[in-house]
């Protein structure tokens, strides 16, 4: 499974809503946009970390990239490229 479809279900199965369908899904701010609140973040990092054997680090957390759907795309790819 990809990556991107990986964050999408996650997304899909625990969002308080959906995302939009198509580009529009990784411009999403996921938090700032009600999609999960603070324990759905602690929920995605522990399973995406347990699916993939990666780690996020402090920084990843907290970066802007880490923000959106597609900048958490990006950070899972590079996290899971160095594993």
């Known amino acids: 499974m990809s990556h991107q479809r990986l964050v999408l279900e996650f997304f899909a199965r625990n969002g308080q809503r959906p995302l939009p369908s198509g ?5 999403v701010r996921y938090l700032d946009d009600g999609i999960i609140d ?23 957390m907290q970066s802007y990239e880490f923000q959106t759907v597609g ?13």
């Open 23 to 27: 580009p529009e899904a990784l411009a």
């Open 38 to 60: 603070s324990l759905g973040i602690v929920t995605m990092v522990s399973e995406f970390e347990e699916a993939l054997d990666i780690r996020f680090s402090a920084d990843d």
């Open 71 to 83: 900048g958490l795309i990006g950070i899972v790819d590079r996290l899971a490229a160095r594993s």
